[in-house]
């Protein structure tokens, strides 16, 4: 009976013919980039995690494993069979939660900390309480706590034109050129054109440090055995299932509704609960439906296409996973500026979308204070910030905007 509140697919699945129809490069280039954001930055952190919590590199390589095959899986199926851009991944804040655990407890202790969070979110999407939970927060709010999170990539633009201007200028020249000339833009994309100027840029410069690339190998999964522990289940389940279902989620979700998707949210998280099960099985972290990369995925192009980006997403983090090694050390020996340039490009608009999302109508005093406590970036009690930003933008408006509650409820 829990699985009346899965939301089924609106339309067929699209076949061979459709898929072929609704190729593009720019979708492509979306789900690439949406790749490499999740090969680069958030790679180093599970590396630094797991090399400060004494993991092996056999269980550190497994790990990368499970969290780029399996969601790359989930995500190409997903965004198949629902015909939108539904891109997996791992919680990073729940990466960052692992750290400290990892310090007194052992890692079998964590791995069945990472099952008892499986089982949570699957339970929570059957339930069908997660849409219901969803359906009663402002959009504006959650959009403001999207906003906060999204803020740094901004950031990283400017930071990356101080830093290393060599690579970041060219870059910003070319797609700044490419939007201006709509001509040109249309033939190259100016994401595209970006990412092929920083590539020129860096081959010039010979920025990329091909010496730290290892040879080719193949990943092997390390098949972990739990142990049940309180301790883990009391300091792990409850902060990973939030930063799941609310923080990881509830960006995802908001992105997709901004952009015109119509996520199925209960689905979203039973399928988070079982790709959460089979990447505890390898030692790696809770799955999760992920903001940035679904945000990069519908930056641009005809809403009814974007699923093509995810598959390409989905193909690519596969691959990575397959190859985990050489992958790895092909993407951190890049310049971090050429990431921070590429990403900070590509969200501009999604950027301004949210901005626009937040601060337009109602709830806008909650926003504000939802993308304020979320760029502070402090937590509490091991849970992330973007999670503390929405309680209490929600919070502040209830008391303060009462009277936008009574007109949503109305409208």
């Excluded at 004494?54 to 969601?71: D, H, K, M, R, Y």
């Excluded at 979110?121 to 939970?133: A, D, E, I």
């Excluded at 988070?272 to 809770?286: E, H, R, T, Y």
């Amino acid at each position: 009976m829990l699985a009346e509140h899965l939301e089924g697919p609106r339309a067929p699945a699209p076949g061979w013919g459709r898929l072929r129809a609704d190729l593009g490069p720019g979708y492509l280039i979306n789900g690439l980039i949406g790749f490499i954001f999740a090969a680069t930055g958030p790679v180093a952190i599970i590396l630094a995690v797991g090399t400060r919590g004494g993991l092996s590199p056999a269980e550190l390589a497994s790990w990368v494993f499970g969290v780029f095959f399996i969601n790359g899986l989930l995500s190409m199926l997903m965004s198949w069979r629902y015909r939108m851009p539904l891109g997996f991944a791992w919680t990073i804040p729940g990466t960052v939660l692992v750290g400290p655990a990892l310090q007194h407890l052992s890692f079998a202790e964590v791995i069945g900390a990472f099952y008892a969070t499986g089982v949570v979110v699957l339970l929570m999407g059957m339930s069908g309480w997660v849409k219901r939970f969803m359906a009663t927060l402002p959009m504006p709010i959650v959009m403001g706590m999207v906003a906060g999170v999204f803020l740094r990539f901004g950031l990283d633009l400017v930071r990356a034109l101080h830093s290393d201007i060599a690579i970041a200028g060219p870059m910003v020249a070319v797609f700044l050129l490419l939007s201006a000339v709509p001509a040109l833009g249309r033939r190259l994309p100016p994401v595209i054109g970006a990412l092929l100027a920083g590539a020129a840029a860096m081959t010039v410069l010979g920025s990329v440090d091909f010496g730290t690339i290892g040879s080719l190998g193949m990943a092997r999964p390390v098949m972990q055995i739990p142990a049940w522990s309180l301790a883990a289940m009391i300091e792990l389940v409850v902060p990973l299932a939030i930063t799941v279902l609310v923080v990881q989620n509830g960006q995802g979700v908001a992105v997709l509704k901004a952009a015109g998707h119509e996520p199925p949210v209960n689905t979203i998280a039973a399928v988070c609960g079982i790709g959460s099960l089979l990447s505890a099985a390898v030692g790696a972290v809770s799955s999760c439906l992920t903001g940035p990369t679904n945000a990069l995925l519908t930056s641009s192009g005809e809403r009814e296409r974007h699923y093509i980006g995810a598959l390409g997403f989905g193909i690519l983090a596969m691959s990575f996973g397959l190859m985990a090694p050489m992958f790895t050390d092909l993407m951190l020996a890049a310049p971090a500026e050429f990431i921070m340039v590429l990403g900070g490009l590509a969200m501009l608009r999604v950027l301004q979308g949210a901005f626009l999302a937040s601060f337009g109508g109602m709830f806008s005093l909650g926003a504000l204070i939802s993308f304020l406590v979320t760029v502070a970036d402090i937590g509490l009690f091991n849970i992330g910030a973007a999670f503390w930003g929405l309680l209490a933008g929600l919070a502040v408006s209830w008391l303060l905007e009462r009277q936008d509650f009574a007109r949503a409820a109305k409208g």
